[in-house]
């Protein structure tokens, strides 16, 4: 046997004798797309949306890698492994796996809404995962961003588990969900619903060791005193939150003030 064949040989037994590599984590909560090259962003979008909210937001800012997520459930995805039980929790665990089987290392998450309640979840559960984390128009306890709280709000959660209830925080949520809201499916919408209504992630705040960056909303020029002590407050036991408020904007800031929130991510980036 000349030596070619003798390496060959060698390199195919060593192949059959070595154990198959394992293959790529499938998340079944939600999917992913990939879109441009660089320093890797997980954009991660709110209740009832899809992925499609961030697709001007990519384009508009190059030179990094997109992670972008939809939820299964909603915007039209089948609900797969959100069907059934607890979504919150579970999902935040589930994109954590992603990061890490993907070996994202240090990956920056932004999430609008409930995208931002994950990622603080997310940060605070693995707090050597992410490398800086914007939350876009969300508060630490969710229910507050009506006025109540998690243990105040807790009867109006049951609720959602009625079809009546579930029309009337339909008819509710509509200034908070994109236009396409209604193609999500609405048992997977009002049990995750119920479980933001029952969560706050204050407490676990200092936990958190990525900066963060609090972009928020203020559509009536009354109220920004008010609203900046609300943010303020909710966020004063993180290690380090920059916030930044986008005047003359509804909830989806990056849909009704687009400028404004590019220039946002643009300066959230490059830092």
Do not use: C, K
């Not at 999500?184 to 958190?208: C, G, K, N, Y």
């Not at 928020?216 to 020029?221: G, L, Q, R, V």
């Amino acid at each position: 046997m000349n030596r070619r064949l003798f390496l060959a040989a060698g390199t195919a037994l060593a192949f059959l004798g070595a154990p198959a590599a394992a293959a790529p984590f499938a998340p079944t909560r939600f999917s992913v797309e990939l879109h441009g090259r660089g320093p890797d962003v997980i954009l991660i979008p709110g209740l009832t949306a899809g992925r499609d909210v961030w697709r001007a937001t990519a384009a508009a800012v190059p030179g990094y890698r997109y992670h972008m997520i939809q939820v299964a459930g909603f915007a039209g995805e089948p609900a797969r492994g959100n069907a059934r039980g607890a979504i919150l929790s579970p999902l935040a665990d589930e994109l954590a796996r992603y990061m890490i089987d993907r070996r994202l290392e240090r990956p920056v998450i932004v999430g609008h809404s409930m995208g931002g309640t994950l990622a603080m979840m997310i940060g605070a559960r693995y707090p050597a995962l992410a490398g800086r984390i914007m939350v876009v128009d969300m508060l630490p306890e969710p229910a507050a961003l009506f006025g109540g709280s998690a243990a105040g709000w807790a009867p109006l959660a049951d609720l959602l588990g009625t079809q009546g209830g579930q029309r009337l925080f339909g008819s509710f949520m509509s200034a908070f969900s994109p236009p396409d809201r209604g193609r999500s499916d609405p048992d997977v919408v009002a049990r995750v619903t119920r479980e933001l209504m029952r969560t706050d992630v204050a407490p676990q705040l200092a936990r958190i060791r990525a900066a963060m960056t609090i972009v928020y909303a203020s559509p009536d020029p009354r109220a920004r005193a008010a609203l900046d002590g609300a943010f303020s407050r909710a966020y004063a036991s993180a290690r380090s939150a920059r916030l930044v408020r986008v005047d003359s904007s509804g909830h989806m800031v990056m849909l009704d003030q687009p400028a404004r929130f590019r220039s946002a991510l643009q300066d959230f980036l490059g830092r």
